[in-house]
C-alpha cells in the first residue's frame, strides 16, 4: 500500500518546507520520500528507511536512516539505482514477493503514525 500527500493546502512556503511526501510500506520497512523546499525554494528529496527494533529492555524503538538528495544529483542516482537493480534481477531474481502487493498489519500502521510524528528534527532544518 502506498500514501501520497501533497502539502501544497494553502499554506505560505515560510511556514513549511513539506512539498511532497510518499510512504511504501515494505515488509519490515517503511519507506518515507519527502519533497522538501529550502529557503531559497530548490527543492530536494529525504529518504528515509524506518525500521522496528527491539532494545534490550524490551522495548521497541524505530531505527532511522536517512539520506538527503539534491537535484543536481538526480539523473546519476537513477542510472547508478536502475542499473544496479537491473542487475540484480538479471543475476540474482526477483525476490518472490517482489511484484506482490502487502496489506500493511496493524502494527505498521501504527509505526507510521510514530515515526509521522517523531521525525521532526532540527538537523534537518536547512541553515541557508
Known sequence: MMDELNNHDGLDRNERDDIFSKVVRAGKRTYFFDVKATRQNDYYLTITESKKRFGQDGKFFFEKHKIFL???????????????????????????????????????????????????????????
Open 70 to 128: 539534491y537535484k543536481e544529483d538526480f539523473e546519476k542516482f537513477a542510472e547508478g539505482l536502475n542499473e544496479v537493480v537491473d542487475y540484480i534481477k538479471a543475476n540474482n531474481g526477483e525476490a518472490p514477493e517482489y511484484n506482490k502487493p502487502t496489506q500493511p498489519t496493524e502494527e505498521q500502521e501504527v509505526e507510521v503514525l510514530q515515526n509521522e510524528l517523531s521525525n521532526i528534527s532540527f538537523d534537518d532544518l536547512d541553515n541557508n
